[in-house]
Protein backbone atom coordinates (compact mmCIF):
# COMPACT_ATOMS: atom_id res chain seq x y z
CA UNK A 1 0.00 0.00 0.00
CA UNK A 2 1.86 3.01 -1.14
CA UNK A 3 2.63 5.56 1.88
CA UNK A 4 0.28 8.80 2.38
CA UNK A 5 2.73 11.78 2.88
CA UNK A 6 1.53 14.93 4.84
CA UNK A 7 2.55 18.54 5.36
CA UNK A 8 5.32 19.07 7.95
CA UNK A 9 4.23 19.58 11.51
CA UNK A 10 6.05 22.77 11.01
CA UNK A 11 3.65 24.06 7.83
CA UNK A 12 0.39 22.86 9.68
CA UNK A 13 1.55 25.02 13.01
CA UNK A 14 2.04 27.86 10.61
CA UNK A 15 -1.03 27.63 9.21
CA UNK A 16 -3.16 26.94 12.54
CA UNK A 17 -1.01 30.45 13.89
CA UNK A 18 -1.95 32.25 10.69
CA UNK A 19 -6.01 31.50 10.94
CA UNK A 20 -5.90 32.28 14.88
CA UNK A 21 -3.90 35.86 13.47
CA UNK A 22 -7.32 36.33 10.87
CA UNK A 23 -9.77 35.84 13.27
CA UNK A 24 -8.73 38.09 15.92
CA UNK A 25 -8.00 40.82 13.66
CA UNK A 26 -11.85 40.11 12.32
CA UNK A 27 -13.05 39.56 15.04
CA UNK A 28 -15.51 42.42 17.29
CA UNK A 29 -12.30 44.73 19.21
CA UNK A 30 -11.71 43.08 22.74
CA UNK A 31 -11.90 46.75 24.31
CA UNK A 32 -15.57 47.02 23.37
CA UNK A 33 -16.75 45.95 26.78
CA UNK A 34 -20.18 47.38 28.04
CA UNK A 35 -19.49 51.31 28.46
CA UNK A 36 -16.05 50.99 27.86
CA UNK A 37 -13.67 53.52 26.33
CA UNK A 38 -12.21 52.09 22.86
CA UNK A 39 -10.19 55.41 22.36
CA UNK A 40 -11.40 55.63 18.81
CA UNK A 41 -9.72 58.74 17.86
CA UNK A 42 -10.39 60.08 14.63
CA UNK A 43 -7.50 61.28 11.73
CA UNK A 44 -6.50 64.79 12.75
CA UNK A 45 -7.60 66.55 9.72
CA UNK A 46 -10.81 64.69 9.79
CA UNK A 47 -13.73 66.82 10.91
CA UNK A 48 -15.48 65.12 13.64
CA UNK A 49 -17.57 65.32 16.06
CA UNK A 50 -18.85 63.43 18.89
CA UNK A 51 -22.16 61.58 19.23
CA UNK A 52 -24.45 59.25 20.69
CA UNK A 53 -26.26 56.57 18.70
CA UNK A 54 -29.58 54.67 20.01
CA UNK A 55 -30.29 51.45 17.96
CA UNK A 56 -33.93 50.04 17.20
CA UNK A 57 -32.32 46.81 19.93
CA UNK A 58 -29.48 45.21 21.13
CA UNK A 59 -29.05 43.20 17.83
CA UNK A 60 -29.01 46.26 15.96
CA UNK A 61 -26.33 47.74 18.10
CA UNK A 62 -24.17 44.83 17.78
CA UNK A 63 -23.96 44.56 14.20
CA UNK A 64 -23.84 48.42 14.34
CA UNK A 65 -20.85 48.26 16.66
CA UNK A 66 -18.84 44.74 14.60
CA UNK A 67 -18.81 47.60 11.61
CA UNK A 68 -15.01 48.64 12.49
CA UNK A 69 -15.57 51.32 10.30
CA UNK A 70 -17.58 53.70 13.55
CA UNK A 71 -14.90 54.40 16.18
CA UNK A 72 -16.92 53.53 19.20
CA UNK A 73 -16.10 55.31 22.28
CA UNK A 74 -18.53 53.55 24.66
CA UNK A 75 -20.84 50.38 23.91
CA UNK A 76 -24.16 50.53 25.93
CA UNK A 77 -25.82 47.15 26.69
CA UNK A 78 -28.30 48.01 29.60
CA UNK A 79 -29.33 51.32 29.89
CA UNK A 80 -29.95 51.44 26.27
CA UNK A 81 -29.07 49.54 23.13
CA UNK A 82 -26.56 52.06 21.57
CA UNK A 83 -23.14 53.62 21.60
CA UNK A 84 -21.20 56.71 21.83
CA UNK A 85 -19.13 57.51 18.88
CA UNK A 86 -17.26 60.13 16.66
CA UNK A 87 -18.56 60.86 13.15
CA UNK A 88 -17.97 63.43 10.60
CA UNK A 89 -20.30 64.99 8.93
CA UNK A 90 -20.94 61.88 5.90
CA UNK A 91 -21.21 59.29 8.60
CA UNK A 92 -23.70 60.92 10.79
CA UNK A 93 -26.04 61.49 7.55
CA UNK A 94 -25.42 57.20 6.69
CA UNK A 95 -26.24 56.16 10.50
CA UNK A 96 -29.53 58.71 10.51
CA UNK A 97 -30.62 57.00 7.37
CA UNK A 98 -29.96 53.19 8.82
CA UNK A 99 -33.02 51.38 9.48
CA UNK A 100 -31.30 49.88 12.32
CA UNK A 101 -30.83 53.34 13.91
CA UNK A 102 -33.92 54.58 16.18
CA UNK A 103 -32.25 58.21 17.51
CA UNK A 104 -28.65 60.10 16.54
CA UNK A 105 -27.63 62.83 18.74
CA UNK A 106 -24.17 65.26 18.87
CA UNK A 107 -22.67 63.95 22.63
CA UNK A 108 -22.76 67.47 24.71
CA UNK A 109 -21.56 69.09 27.74
CA UNK A 110 -24.24 69.17 30.80
CA UNK A 111 -24.43 70.62 34.15
CA UNK A 112 -25.28 69.48 37.45
CA UNK A 113 -29.29 70.79 38.61
CA UNK A 114 -29.41 72.87 41.98
CA UNK A 115 -31.20 71.37 44.72
CA UNK A 116 -32.91 70.60 46.79
CA UNK A 117 -32.92 66.81 45.63
CA UNK A 118 -35.68 64.45 46.78
CA UNK A 119 -36.09 60.69 47.13
CA UNK A 120 -39.58 59.28 45.65
CA UNK A 121 -41.93 58.36 48.11
CA UNK A 122 -41.20 54.90 50.08
CA UNK A 123 -38.17 55.58 50.72
CA UNK A 124 -38.55 57.93 53.85
CA UNK A 125 -36.88 55.51 56.12
CA UNK A 126 -34.51 53.71 54.54
CA UNK A 127 -33.46 50.58 56.02
CA UNK A 128 -31.95 48.14 53.29
CA UNK A 129 -32.05 50.94 50.60
CA UNK A 130 -29.33 51.77 48.33
CA UNK A 131 -28.81 55.37 46.87
CA UNK A 132 -26.87 55.63 43.69
CA UNK A 133 -25.52 58.65 43.44
CA UNK A 134 -24.81 59.95 39.60
CA UNK A 135 -23.22 62.87 39.85
CA UNK A 136 -19.62 64.23 41.10
CA UNK A 137 -19.33 61.62 43.12
CA UNK A 138 -19.33 62.03 47.15
CA UNK A 139 -16.59 61.45 50.00
CA UNK A 140 -17.30 58.40 51.78
CA UNK A 141 -15.52 59.60 55.34
CA UNK A 142 -18.18 62.78 55.58
CA UNK A 143 -19.26 61.85 59.08
CA UNK A 144 -23.17 62.39 57.70
CA UNK A 145 -22.56 59.26 55.83
CA UNK A 146 -20.93 57.03 59.09
CA UNK A 147 -19.81 53.70 56.92
CA UNK A 148 -22.71 54.01 54.24
CA UNK A 149 -20.69 55.49 51.59
CA UNK A 150 -18.31 53.72 49.02
CA UNK A 151 -17.44 54.79 45.57
CA UNK A 152 -19.02 52.41 43.35
CA UNK A 153 -17.96 53.62 39.50
CA UNK A 154 -16.69 56.80 38.13
CA UNK A 155 -17.42 57.02 34.32
CA UNK A 156 -14.90 59.82 34.20
CA UNK A 157 -11.68 57.62 34.61
CA UNK A 158 -10.94 59.17 37.77
CA UNK A 159 -11.22 57.63 41.39
CA UNK A 160 -14.54 58.86 42.20
CA UNK A 161 -13.44 61.68 44.35
CA UNK A 162 -15.54 64.91 45.10
CA UNK A 163 -13.93 67.38 43.25
CA UNK A 164 -16.73 70.13 43.45
CA UNK A 165 -18.93 68.54 46.33
CA UNK A 166 -22.33 69.04 44.78
CA UNK A 167 -22.59 64.91 44.61
CA UNK A 168 -21.58 65.01 48.33
CA UNK A 169 -24.50 68.06 49.11
CA UNK A 170 -26.74 65.69 46.84
CA UNK A 171 -25.83 62.93 48.79
CA UNK A 172 -26.43 64.19 52.71
CA UNK A 173 -29.94 65.59 51.27
CA UNK A 174 -31.16 61.83 50.12
CA UNK A 175 -29.36 59.82 53.36
CA UNK A 176 -27.23 62.35 55.62
CA UNK A 177 -27.97 60.83 59.15
CA UNK A 178 -29.01 64.53 60.33
CA UNK A 179 -31.23 65.83 57.79
CA UNK A 180 -31.60 63.04 54.98
CA UNK A 181 -34.56 61.70 53.65
CA UNK A 182 -33.44 58.18 54.60
CA UNK A 183 -30.93 58.17 57.00
CA UNK A 184 -30.12 54.30 57.43
CA UNK A 185 -30.05 53.83 53.43
CA UNK A 186 -26.72 52.79 52.03
CA UNK A 187 -24.59 55.60 49.83
CA UNK A 188 -23.24 53.98 46.08
CA UNK A 189 -21.54 56.71 44.55
CA UNK A 190 -21.81 56.51 40.28
CA UNK A 191 -19.29 59.97 38.90
CA UNK A 192 -20.27 61.14 35.95
CA UNK A 193 -19.18 64.91 35.96
CA UNK A 194 -15.69 66.20 36.48
CA UNK A 195 -13.86 68.31 38.37
CA UNK A 196 -14.62 71.65 36.24
CA UNK A 197 -18.52 71.20 37.64
CA UNK A 198 -19.78 69.88 33.89
CA UNK A 199 -19.77 65.99 32.31
CA UNK A 200 -20.77 64.71 29.39
CA UNK A 201 -24.43 62.98 27.97
CA UNK A 202 -21.99 59.78 27.18
CA UNK A 203 -20.71 59.68 30.83
CA UNK A 204 -23.99 60.27 32.50
CA UNK A 205 -25.66 57.24 30.02
CA UNK A 206 -22.64 55.12 31.07
CA UNK A 207 -23.65 56.02 34.54
CA UNK A 208 -27.07 54.60 34.33
CA UNK A 209 -25.62 51.87 31.81
CA UNK A 210 -23.35 50.48 35.08
CA UNK A 211 -26.21 51.39 37.55
CA UNK A 212 -28.60 48.95 35.37
CA UNK A 213 -26.34 46.19 35.00
CA UNK A 214 -25.00 46.35 39.00
CA UNK A 215 -27.78 47.78 41.18
CA UNK A 216 -28.76 46.26 44.85
CA UNK A 217 -32.39 45.90 45.26
CA UNK A 218 -34.35 47.71 46.60
CA UNK A 219 -32.78 51.01 45.14
CA UNK A 220 -33.07 54.55 43.77
CA UNK A 221 -30.64 56.44 41.81
CA UNK A 222 -30.49 60.55 41.82
CA UNK A 223 -29.52 62.28 38.87
CA UNK A 224 -29.13 66.22 39.51
CA UNK A 225 -27.87 66.90 36.01
CA UNK A 226 -29.72 68.72 33.54
CA UNK A 227 -30.38 66.55 30.22
CA UNK A 228 -33.08 68.05 28.77
CA UNK A 229 -34.18 67.38 25.03
CA UNK A 230 -31.62 64.14 25.51
CA UNK A 231 -33.09 61.22 23.72
CA UNK A 232 -30.65 58.80 24.78
CA UNK A 233 -30.58 60.27 28.30
CA UNK A 234 -34.29 59.76 28.61
CA UNK A 235 -34.08 56.49 27.30
CA UNK A 236 -31.98 55.39 29.61
CA UNK A 237 -34.07 56.57 32.37
CA UNK A 238 -36.99 54.82 31.54
CA UNK A 239 -35.43 51.46 31.08
CA UNK A 240 -33.19 51.99 34.79
CA UNK A 241 -37.19 52.90 36.05
CA UNK A 242 -38.65 49.68 34.56
CA UNK A 243 -36.17 47.69 35.95
CA UNK A 244 -36.93 48.85 39.40
CA UNK A 245 -34.50 51.45 40.15
CA UNK A 246 -36.35 54.92 40.60
CA UNK A 247 -34.78 57.72 39.24
CA UNK A 248 -34.96 61.32 41.21
CA UNK A 249 -33.53 64.90 40.14
CA UNK A 250 -33.66 64.55 36.39
CA UNK A 251 -33.87 67.03 34.40
CA UNK A 252 -35.28 65.48 30.87
CA UNK A 253 -38.14 68.49 29.82
CA UNK A 254 -36.74 71.91 30.82
CA UNK A 255 -35.30 73.14 27.93
CA UNK A 256 -31.57 73.71 27.58
CA UNK A 257 -30.52 77.33 28.53
CA UNK A 258 -28.55 78.30 25.36
CA UNK A 259 -26.76 81.64 26.31
CA UNK A 260 -24.34 78.53 28.06
CA UNK A 261 -21.34 77.61 25.59
CA UNK A 262 -21.50 74.49 27.65
CA UNK A 263 -24.19 73.00 26.48
CA UNK A 264 -23.24 73.04 22.85
CA UNK A 265 -22.25 69.47 21.03
CA UNK A 266 -18.13 69.34 21.10
CA UNK A 267 -16.38 68.99 18.20
CA UNK A 268 -13.30 66.63 18.01
CA UNK A 269 -11.32 68.86 15.73
CA UNK A 270 -10.69 71.38 18.27
CA UNK A 271 -7.55 70.53 19.53
CA UNK A 272 -8.06 71.15 23.16
CA UNK A 273 -10.44 68.68 23.42
CA UNK A 274 -8.94 66.50 21.13
CA UNK A 275 -6.14 66.36 23.64
CA UNK A 276 -8.36 65.73 26.08
CA UNK A 277 -10.74 62.65 24.94
CA UNK A 278 -7.16 60.97 23.99
CA UNK A 279 -6.32 60.90 27.30
CA UNK A 280 -9.51 60.23 28.74
CA UNK A 281 -11.74 58.09 26.23
CA UNK A 282 -14.65 59.16 28.68
CA UNK A 283 -14.41 62.85 27.28
CA UNK A 284 -15.83 64.83 30.16
CA UNK A 285 -14.41 68.33 29.71
CA UNK A 286 -14.63 71.64 30.50
CA UNK A 287 -16.69 74.40 29.71
CA UNK A 288 -13.70 76.72 29.29
CA UNK A 289 -11.82 73.77 27.10
CA UNK A 290 -14.04 73.99 23.96
Known amino acids: ?18 AVAT ?27 AYLVTARDRSA ?19 LPGFATWLTAAEAAELAAD ?8 DRLVLPVPGPHRLPAGAA ?7 YVVDSGLDPAHGDFGDRAWHAFDATGGTGGDCTGHGTRVARQAAGRVHGAAPRARLASVRVLGCGGTGTLSDVVAGL ?30 RLERAGVPVTGASLARPARPTRPAFSAFSA ?11 NPSGTLRAGEL
Open 23 to 49: AVTTAVPLAMTPASGLAGRPAANEPSR
Open 99 to 106: PRVRALEP
Open 269 to 279: DHGASHALVRQ
Open 209 to 238: DWVRRHARRPAVATLAVDGAGSAALSTAVR
Open 1 to 18: MPRRFGLPSVYLAAAAAT
Open 125 to 131: DGPGITV
Open 61 to 79: ARDLVGEVRWRVRRYYTAA
